[in-house]
């Protein structure tokens, strides 16, 4: 997959001009009419939608917005937009330049998406491939829509290649999960189980499946839900999927693309960005700028940190008396070495080195490259591909349906199999006979452990209705104080683009912004 990373953005940049609606056309451009004209141009325009994912307010403040603006991590950065609009609701700039520009580049995704769909099925070509990467548009559609449903709500649905004169209204939060629903189980039924070789980190059957389970889980229809995570779990996907070993292993750089991977965003470095002849494509980075933004200070910006509560979810010792191993594997603290700050190495120097022996700051560690020989710091480039859906994040998933269902019972062995990857007792040792609220609670706890920093918790908590009640909010204040300036009323999504809504009469602003 990552061989055909140099496709995205060349096809990807071609794609996003395709319009007509100027009087005179631009003689050095391409234009639809001459696109699209064979499984050549198909393939390139489904590689441009899969480009989307390496925009920089997709891959970068996206995650900031699902995980910072939650209560496992918060921001001092010196950029106080940062923490005002992202961490402490005070969100006063509906034009602020990366929240609009999230909402812009998950639209970016939907016109590729959507100029996919509407010409592949007039091009002659090999059937199945055909059905594959409209299977692979449906999905991405899918996608970009489960986040504007997650984060702004009330959006347009755009279904067709769309136009500047274009003046779509808002769809309801529901009519859009309805949408992203449809295209995930439409692709689900003909996307592959399985790829190789260059092929390899293209969309799966299981990876529709997974997200279109978490479409339904964040309506609460936990008997749709239920469906495709039987296939992953109980069904086909049981011979497809499974954990690895080492939890450690689904950041590494060296472990890509293993068998707990469902969904996995592929990075790369572009070597030929850095020669002097190279000067056809203007945009030449295919690598993440995440690990630069959140590593710790001295070492990357350190515009995101987490909370300390986080590390004190990870309470319970394994079954030989050792601390969970997940702890270390997920954050940067003094304590990564059980001896202390002058023993725990942060990129070749001890964490008392850098910071001191009191300084009690902690960071996520698993988009880092620190595993790398010989890294002393971060960039704006790197090749760590995000495995963004997991399955140990689908097997949690299932249990929770299922106890949701009252089928608590039934729940345990899938959260025992995340547990003894850890090296924990199994739940069933641990906690048997958990009533389903007491064991609603402790799927909250087996995915902070599990989950932390993953991009999953802000729909968590909204999954969970802490954005519903004043009780459930106190809650959040307590473990993150941003949320004292949280409004019932009016944060649960964010404001959509004022620019949008003041140019397009038939777009009206989110209630109480």
Not at 23 to 41: C, E, K, M
Not at 135 to 164: C, D, H, Q, T
Not at 497 to 513: A, E, S
Request: hydrophobic content about 35%; proline content about 5%; glycine content about 6%.
């Amino acid at each position: 997959m990552k061989k055909i990373l140099y496709l995205f953005m060349a096809a990807g940049m071609f794609l996003a001009s395709c319009d007509n609606d100027l009087d005179i056309p631009n003689p050095n451009s391409p234009t639809v009419d001459q696109f699209w004209q064979n499984s050549t141009d198909a393939q390139q325009g489904i590689n441009a939608i899969y480009s989307t994912l390496h925009r920089g307010p997709i891959v970068l403040w996206q995650w900031f917005y699902y995980t910072v603006r939650s209560d496992e991590a918060f921001s001092r950065s010196p950029r106080v937009d940062i923490p005002n609009n992202m961490d402490k609701f005070l969100i006063t700039n509906y034009n602020f330049g990366e929240l609009n520009w999230i909402y812009g580049d998950n639209y970016i995704g939907i016109f590729r998406a959507n100029q996919a769909l509407a010409n592949i099925p007039d091009i002659e070509m090999d059937e199945t491939l055909k059905a594959r990467l409209l299977g692979e548009a449906k999905f991405f559609r899918g996608y970009f829509y489960y986040n504007l449903a997650s984060l702004y709500g009330n959006v347009p649905l755009i279904l067709e290649p769309s136009r500047p004169t274009d003046l779509p209204e808002n769809a309801t939060r529901a009519e859009v999960w309805a949408q992203a629903a449809r295209d995930l189980t439409e692709a689900a039924e003909v996307l592959p189980t399985s790829y190789s070789g260059n092929d390899l980190g293209r969309v799966t059957k299981g990876a529709a499946y997974a997200l279109l389970a978490k479409v339904y889980m964040q309506q609460r229809n936990w008997d749709a839900a239920r469906v495709p995570l039987e296939w992953l779990v109980t069904g086909e996907g049981k011979d497809v999927y499974n954990l690895v070993p080492d939890f450690r292993h689904n950041f590494l750089s060296t472990t890509e693309n293993n068998v707990e991977s469902v969904f996995e965003w592929q990075f790369a470095t572009n070597e030929s960005e850095f020669t002097d002849n190279d000067v056809q494509t203007p945009n030449h980075n295919y690598g993440s700028p995440l690990a630069q933004f959140i590593a710790p200070a001295n070492v990357g910006f350190s515009d995101a940190e987490i909370h300390r509560w986080v590390l004190n979810e990870f309470n319970e010792q394994t079954a030989n008396g050792q601390r969970d191993p997940r702890v270390a594997a997920s954050f940067f603290f003094d304590f990564m070495d059980e001896r202390g700050p002058a023993s725990t190495m942060i990129y070749g120097q001890t964490f008392e080195q850098r910071y001191g022996a009191t300084d009690n700051r902690v960071w996520l560690r698993k988009f880092s490259n620190d595993a790398e020989p010989g890294r002393n710091g971060e960039g704006f480039r790197s090749a760590n591909n995000y495995r963004y859906i997991r399955y140990a994040d689908v097997l949690l998933m299932y249990a929770e349906v299922l106890n949701e269902l009252g089928r608590t019972a039934e729940a345990y062995p899938h959260v025992d199999r995340v547990r003894q990857r850890a090296g924990l007792r199994t739940l069933t040792q641990a906690k048997p006979g958990l009533s389903q609220e007491a064991f609603r609670l402790q799927i909250e706890h087996e995915r902070v452990t599990e989950l932390a920093g993953e991009g999953h918790r802000w729909n968590d908590l909204d999954r969970w209705g802490y954005f519903e009640n004043e009780e459930k909010l106190k809650v959040l204040i307590q473990r993150d104080p941003a949320f004292s300036t949280f409004r019932l009323d009016r944060h649960r999504i964010l404001p959509l683009p004022q620019r949008d809504v003041d140019i397009n009469p038939n777009l009206k602003q989110n209630p109480n912004y």
